[in-house]
């Protein structure tokens, strides 16, 4: 599915390290420049040497985080569509000192977001940044002072809250597509999603399609936890 709106790069797999599959997690990249992930648990840790050596090869940037500083890449971070502008989810699996790294290396400003239920324990399983200041997000993952944050920032037209059964079938983590060619708002290809989510969507004039990944989701991700997008 995904190969019919965008280029896609392969990562060789590794049976040493099987949450490799997981690659939104492996760092965050924009242009050439890529700030490379530092894991919270030992077992992912195995994998940052792959990821370095893949973006190193590949003639990124290769920027890396203190050793006592926890980052889980796009897994937290995740970009605006049209501005310099990340959210980013800390508590769980990243830390909030990760923002001074993300605000200079990406010259972005940062929306920090606290992540309180560990059944969404990175930030894309619980919101998108969608087109048009759109945004998708299921409000019961954050603090109160997190969805101020997001109300704040995100008017309420644009503003998409997911129910707790779509939260659950991770219709968060989606994976975006602008439409170049400008027929629709951008294609949203996400595992699966409950009827009048997908109206809400279609209305604003997205494309859904849907690509069933259930038994990624037993470790907690979905399709765009299996994906890396490359600026």
């Keep these: 599915t995904l190969s019919k709106y965008a280029h896609v790069e392969l990562l060789e797999p590794n049976a040493l390290v099987p949450d490799l599959v997981f690659t939104a997690n492996g760092a965050s990249v924009q242009g050439r420049t890529c700030l490379l992930s530092h894991f919270r648990h030992i077992e ?6 792959l990821y370095h050596a893949w973006f190193y090869e590949h003639g990124y940037h290769v920027h890396t985080l203190p050793d006592d500083l ?3 890449g ?14 980013f989810g800390y508590g769980l699996r990243s830390d909030l000192k990760a923002v ?6 990406f010259q972005a400003n940062v929306t ?15 919101l998108c940044p969608l087109n048009a200041g759109d945004v998708m997000y299921y409000p019961k993952a954050f603090d109160e002072t997190s969805i101020a944050s997001i109300e704040a920032r995100i008017p309420s ?3 998409i809250m997911v129910s707790d059964a779509d939260a659950l079938l991770f219709a ?7 439409d170049n060619t400008g027929t629709t708002h951008g294609i949203i290809i996400v595992n699966d999603l409950s009827s009048v989510l997908r109206q809400q ?13 259930t038994q990624f989701m037993k470790s907690g991700g979905a399709t765009r936890n299996l994906t890396l997008t490359l600026f």
């Design 100 to 105: 001074p790294y993300l605000e200079s290396l």
């Design 112 to 126: 920090s977001l606290h992540l309180i239920d560990p059944r969404f324990h990175h930030l894309d399983t619980c």
């Design 44 to 49: 992912r840790q195995r994998e940052e040497p």
């Design 201 to 213: 969507l279609e209305k604003r004039g997205y494309r859904i399609e849907t690509e069933r990944v």
């Design 74 to 87: 796009s897994g937290d971070a995740l970009f605006s569509q049209d501005e310099p502008h990340v959210w």
């Design 70 to 72: 926890f980052f889980e």
């Design 172 to 178: 968060c983590n989606a994976i975006f597509i602008p």
């Design 157 to 159: 037209e644009k503003r």
